[in-house]
Structures are given as C-alpha cells and as structure tokens.
C-alpha cells in the first residue's frame, strides 16, 4: 500500500506570493490532518478534513486555508507569503472517525522557503 | 485543557546505553496515548501506543506504559544504537468535546543523539 504523498518536497517562494501544497493520502483513508513544523514552534495543527468537510482547526491566521476533494486528497493554500511561514508542512491520514485510537500516518513534508 | 510535556532535549547517549525520555500529560477523559518518531528528512511515523491504563506499548525494543496515577507514558530501550538518533514525539489523542472528532496533542520532541 503506498504511503501518504506530498508534493512537491520543496518550495522556495518570495514573500507576498501564495502557495498551493498537495497531499494524497493513504487509500481508503478518509481523514487528512495538516501540521506546520518549525524549530521554534514545534509541530502545530493547523486543520482536519473528514469528507470534504473541514472537522477541527488550529490557531492559524485566514491566509491558511485547505480543502478536501471526493477523492479524499487534500490540498492547503497560504496567501500573501510571511518569512515566518517558512517551515516543514506535513501532511497525515488515518482510516476513521470517531475513535481516539487511529493513529497518523504521516508523508515526508513539504519543505516551504519563504525569502 | 489538554497538553503533553515532554524532556527537553537533546539526549545523548553511547550505544549500548540505556534510554529514558519523559512524558506527561494532562488531559480531560481517557486519552489515547502515542509516541512517534522522526528521521532526519522524513516525516513522522508512529513507534507505538497504549489506548488505556497500565498498556505496554511496544515495537523495535523500544516500550512505554501508560500510566493513569502518574499521568505518564515514558519511552524506554534498553540498548540504543546509532540508528536510533532521530526526534520523539509523545501525543494523546482524545474525541474533541465541541467536534465529535479525534484530536491528537503533540508535545514538543525530543532530539535522541546516539554516538558510537
């Protein structure tokens, strides 16, 4: 079974552009979950998406927006591009709802460099 | 609310040595509870995980015990090797009150360097 893929791996882009990252999840997994990782931060959820329908949300601003297709693959958006958005984006998928023993199963990221 | 504290790193042992690194958490209802593990350029991927009170969870010789009294879930190996340099990451998982849903808190890592 092929893992959860992110593309691309790397991005470099200057600041005030926008970005459109992808994900394709593990198939059969209904549930994709987006993070940014940053040294100083850490790994911090920026939202989860359950049938096209986006279930929970970080504390992001409204530059960082996704979505989900009937396919179940997911897409994220950050606009007007920050210095401080520069960070590893990782993508993860689980097979179900509902219960609070799924684990994540993560792709290998998409490193964004914002200069 | 909901939060998972982890050592602050890094650790760094010799082979063949002893490996603890803390966890603690706090939470509102019965957490599941997980540890994953990071490698350089890669993303995380999951090492083990209880899903209730004094479960082992266990895999690759590495072990941790959900503990309720405690509130922990420290990672153990009794012998590291160099491969086993990565970062460790603890996380609960709870259904979200508000949602309905699953949420996973992660704690902030803890970068392992194993030297020969």
């Known amino acids: 079974k092929a893992g959860v893929t992110q593309t691309p791996r790397y991005l470099i882009k200057t600041r005030g552009q926008q970005v459109t990252l992808s994900c394709s999840p593990i198939?059969?997994?209904?549930?994709v979950s987006w993070y940014q990782q940053t040294p100083g931060q850490g790994l911090q959820f920026l939202f989860e998406?359950?049938?096209?329908?986006?279930?929970n949300k970080g504390n992001f601003p409204g530059r960082f927006s996704g979505r989900q297709f009937s396919n179940s693959r997911s897409e994220m958006n950050v606009s007007t591009l920050e210095l401080g958005d520069s960070a590893l984006y990782l993508c993860?998928?689980?097979?179900?709802?509902?219960?609070?023993?799924?684990?994540?199963?993560f792709g290998n990221g998409t490193r964004l460099t914002v200069t | 609310g909901n939060s998972v504290t982890q050592m602050e790193g890094p650790v760094t042992l010799s082979e063949e040595a002893f490996l603890t690194i803390n966890c603690t958490y706090t939470?509102?209802?019965?957490?599941?509870l997980f540890w994953y593990v990071q490698y350089p350029g890669e993303g995380l991927q999951l090492l083990l995980k209880?899903?209730?009170?004094?479960d082992k969870g266990s895999n690759k010789g590495f072990e941790a015990t959900y503990r309720k009294e405690t509130t922990s879930f420290h990672l153990e190996k009794g012998s590291v090797q160099v491969s086993d340099s990565a970062v460790y990451f603890c996380?609960?998982?709870?259904?979200?009150?508000?949602?309905?849903?699953?949420?996973?808190?992660f704690g902030t890592g803890t970068r392992l360097l194993v030297s020969p």
């Open positions: 939470a509102t209802g019965y957490p599941s």
């Open positions: 996380a609960l998982s709870l259904i979200d009150g508000n949602t309905g849903f699953q949420k996973l808190v």
């Open positions: 998406y359950f049938s096209e329908t986006q279930r």
């Open positions: 209880a899903t209730k009170a004094d």
């Open positions: 198939s059969g997994h209904r549930s």
């Open positions: 993860a998928s689980s097979p179900t709802q509902g219960t609070n023993n799924s684990p994540l199963h």
